[in-house]
């Protein structure tokens, strides 16, 4: 194990000029030209210089919003469990190297994301874990004997993620170099290596592993284990543990429009209550892209029953736990679907998001009822039929080859140990 350390006048020359802040004090689209380049050639220069340096202890994380979450989280967790003596580096923000306690393992050293130390742990790993195109995206070259393993974040996801559906040039040219440089692409169906292989990752040499999703393993948990989370999750709340739980968490739009989440939180509640008994709550949690926007809505905000989920660390505890799953688009409902709970599409702007995002198959061939308005959403609810949801479901999962079963993160651990050896 070897952390980075950056000293001297030169190392300090070497950080400006990877961090792209070397003509600092030039007009700004002068500075940052002159700057994208010089990182450009800077991060050329310490994938070379350390071209006999790579350590086949180490193994660095980063996940595209930079939290302890999603795969990276369950694998390293996964490490950690099995007591593997690796150098476990994971790349994260300023804002959460600040936070104390740290919101990472013991066992994890974390460096901050686009930072002279992230290059340089990067340079020097013997394994990536990525579940974006966080490598790419501000990219240090990748040597031949370092393993690029992609575990993705989405699963049997509905929204298209080809190059003609996104609309961010930088983020298709990061999954362009992600395609030539991947080593193993991790996926939970046949259907999402379908995906793989008919957009960045159609080349032979990049193997796809039907694993399942690490993330997902939790979804699998016998009934202690699940009323374990459960609690954990109602104390975070301060909410009592008799209460049944709603995540409704939408996806973002391309076009940042907001009118999208319109739906009726109270008569989803009192449908809730009508049809399956008990007490509910609902936890709300937006994508991260328009969470802050959405904060402060007062009717969300001041409501005992609606609960802030963006506050919660993992969307998988909370799939884990929940009740009921409602979105609109976004992939985590084809996770959610594997723990045969009612889940439910509500999207006012379906035809609208279609032609702009487009979908791999029509959303009425899934298992969820769907609402393109609050009427709908309701009745979907007071209508629910549980033995044709369960019959869907299965259905479901077989037509897209689904290889989900609670062992993807030991079947990735073990892949990850074929080309790492042990700290002595």
Known sequence: MSKVV?????????????????????????????????????????????????????????????VYQCNPKYICDE????????????????????????????????VQRNSLEHFLEAATAKVWVDNAVCFPWNYVP????????????????????????????????????????????????????????????????????????????????????????????????????????????????????????????????DAARKRFGGKWKIINRYHFKVANKLAG????RDNPDILAGNTYSDIQELMAVCDMGITDYSS????????????????????????ERGFYYPLDSTPFAIAENNDEMEANILNFDDAKYAADTKDFLEARGSKEDGKAAERVVALIKKYMKESK
């Not at 002068?30 to 700057?35: G, I, M, N």
């Not at 990049?206 to 999703?213: I, R």
């Not at 989370?229 to 739980?245: A, G, Y």
């Not at 409704?248 to 739009?253: D, E, S, V």
Request: charge should be positive; include cysteine.
């Open 142 to 269: 990748k040597k031949k004997n370092q393993i690029y393993i992609n575990t993705w974040h989405g699963s049997m996801g509905l929204k298209k993620i080809d190059p003609s559906a996104i609309t961010d040039k930088h983020w298709r040219n990061s999954a362009v170099i992600a395609g030539d440089i991947t080593n193993f692409m991790i996926s939970n169906s046949s259907f999402e290596t379908m995906v793989y292989r008919t957009t960045y990752w159609p080349d032979k040499k990049v193997k796809v592993m039907e694993y399942g999703h690490p993330r997902n393993d939790i979804l699998f948990c016998d009934d202690e284990k699940r009323a374990e989370i459960k609690r954990k999750v109602c104390e975070f709340f301060d909410i009592e543990e008799d209460c049944h739980l709603i995540l409704y968490a939408p996806t973002f739009r391309d076009a940042k429009n907001l009118d999208c989440y319109d739906i009726d939180y109270n008569r989803v509640l």
């Open 332 to 355: 985590w409902i084809c996770d959610f679907v594997l723990t045969g709970r009612p889940g439910f599409i509500y999207a006012n702007d379906l035809k609208e998001y279609g032609d």
């Open 6 to 66: 950056v000293s001297g006048k030169l190392g300090q020359i070497e950080r400006r000029a990877a961090e792209k802040s070397f003509f600092k004090f030039l007009f700004m689209r002068a500075r940052q030209k002159t700057d994208l380049l010089i990182s450009y050639l800077t991060k050329k220069y310490i994938s070379y210089s350390t071209r006999d340096k790579v350590e086949d202890d180490k193994i660095i994380f980063m996940h595209y919003n930079n």
């Open 297 to 300: 809505v007062k009717a969300i």
């Open 79 to 110: 490490i950690i469990k099995q007591g593997l003596k690796y150098d476990i580096v994971f790349v994260t923000s300023k804002k959460l190297m600040n936070e104390f306690p740290l919101p990472f393992p013991p066992q994890v050293r974390v």
